[in-house]
């Protein structure tokens, strides 16, 4: 998995309370393989009408915000059934931190194990950054991992992430990486264990 410690990139703006899981990702296009990708299909029943032309005036749609690597979102983005497929659809689109006030919660663990930063911001502070970004599209971000602050024009803002999940995206580790990490600690143990409770490791009692 990528590490994730500084990222300045172009971010949208999506105003949508309560965007779930379906809307990011809908349902028919996950027996999509993974390895083909699936970024074309994010937001696809938003960005898309019904004829399969772009809507103009949806957001990840505009010039400015077609390459974005950024999303700044509203109140409980990702909630909804708990469905993998959404993160990946956002990261294989390119898509490597959200910003909003509240996250579903298996979205939230869903998207550090796949490298996506959910950065929790106040209500305030997301419309605060929404409006610079509609008045200035061009106008990109700056989201520190290390110092938990994002940088918009010259408005600095402080994040709020677990700490676990911060630490895992600034080492690139997976919960088998971070497992990995103790592995001196966990083989001490062991050792330990096996002498303390001999009974309770096969064959350890004669």
């Not at 949208?12 to 309560?18: A, E, G, Q, T």
């Not at 996950?30 to 083909?36: F, G, I, Q, S």
């Not at 599209?137 to 408005?155: A, M, R």
């Not at 895992?168 to 002498?195: H, P, Q, V």
């Amino acid at each position: 998995m990528d590490k994730f410690v500084r990222l300045t990139a172009a971010a949208c703006p999506i105003d949508i309370i309560n965007l779930n899981t379906d809307q990011l990702l809908p349902a028919r296009f996950l027996k999509r393989p993974r390895a083909e990708g699936i970024g074309d299909a994010l937001l696809r029943d938003l960005r898309f009408d019904s004829a399969g032309h772009e809507v103009a005036d949806f957001p990840l749609n505009r010039p400015a915000w077609r390459d974005a690597k950024i999303i700044v979102g509203a109140r409980n983005f990702g909630c909804g059934s708990s469905r993998e497929a959404a993160v990946y659809a956002l990261v294989d689109y390119g898509i490597r931190c959200v910003i909003a006030p509240s996250f579903g919660d298996i979205f939230s663990g869903n998207a550090v194990q796949n490298g996506l930063l959910t950065a929790i911001v106040t209500d305030a502070e997301a419309a605060d950054i929404s409006a610079m970004l509609a008045h200035a599209p061009d106008l990109p971000l700056t989201v520190d991992l290390e110092t938990q602050t994002i940088l918009c024009g010259n408005h600095t803002y402080a994040f709020i992430v677990d700490p676990v999940r911060r630490a895992k995206l600034i080492n690139g580790l997976d919960d088998i990486g971070l497992t990995e990490t103790y592995r001196d600690r966990i083989a001490t143990f062991a050792a330990e264990d096996r002498i303390r409770r001999p009974w309770a490791i096969p064959g350890g009692v004669p």
